[in-house]
């Protein structure tokens, strides 16, 4: 799988592997000669301390992890994060040199109720003083691992909230049952620089004919 993503970056496109925390230094030095790059899928706040079984972004950034996920929604629910804990994390990325990925998006009552886009400027408050130091990623809730995706005209919608909010210098990806059935039309939207891609990533067929799309 390595060299046909390695080929699809050479083609112009970045492209990031965060697998679990167990294989990410086997990962990064396989890696280590490729134009592709790891990431970390979640971290701790602090980089020391009496944290069983919690990985520090130190600890990420030693196992050769160049990213970090921040906020996904499957954690921020397992583990009630807060705004405090996220930008504690973030500054936590940051500070070993690494690139937060930061992810919002809304569950399906809030876009039910029409709140979809006030729920997701709210949560980019806790990147909007540091917006040109990272990636945000738009995952709306409802749409994870569930086979739905947004209408294009809602991403798109969604997208230039984003883009207004932080600014030209933030890169703005979509996650959320991406497929490769559906990548070329969600890389078309204006805003979206890219894609985070779950469930299909975990088959190599699929997961390189989504990273050659767009």
């Known amino acids: 799988m390595l060299d ?11 492209i990031v592997i965060c697998p679990p925390a167990t294989l990410l230094a086997a ?6 000669d490729t134009d592709v790059q790891t990431g970390g899928q979640d971290c701790h706040t602090e980089p020391s301390g009496a944290h069983t079984g919690d990985l520090s972004a130190d600890m990420l950034s030693d196992a050769g992890a160049t990213y970090c996920i921040v906020g996904h929604s499957e954690v921020r629910a397992a583990r009630v994060e807060t705004d405090e804990i996220l930008r504690a994390k973030v500054e936590a990325v940051l500070r070993v040199g ?21 729920v997701v400027n709210r949560q980019l408050d806790v990147v909007a003083n540091k917006a040109d130091r990272v990636i945000v990623a738009y995952e709306p809730i409802w ?7 947004p ?9 230039a909230t984003m883009h207004a909010k932080v600014g030209a210098k933030t890169p703005l990806l979509y996650g959320g049952s991406v ?6 039309d969600i890389l078309s939207i204006d805003h979206v620089g890219g894609v985070l ?11 390189l004919m989504i990273a050659r799309a767009g």
């Open 197 to 207: 891609v779950g469930g299909a990533s975990l088959l190599a067929k699929d997961f």
């Open 151 to 159: 209408k294009i005209e809602d991403i798109a919608a969604m997208h």
């Open 98 to 118: 690494m690139v937060p990925i930061f992810c919002v998006g809304e569950s399906l009552d809030e876009r039910q109720s029409l709140k979809a886009e006030e």
């Open 179 to 184: 497929k490769p059935n559906n990548a070329v």
């Open 27 to 32: 990962f990064s030095e396989a890696c280590r």
């Open 143 to 149: 749409a994870i691992g569930t086979g739905l995706t």
């Open 4 to 14: 046909g993503a390695e080929a699809a970056r050479k083609d112009g496109r970045h």
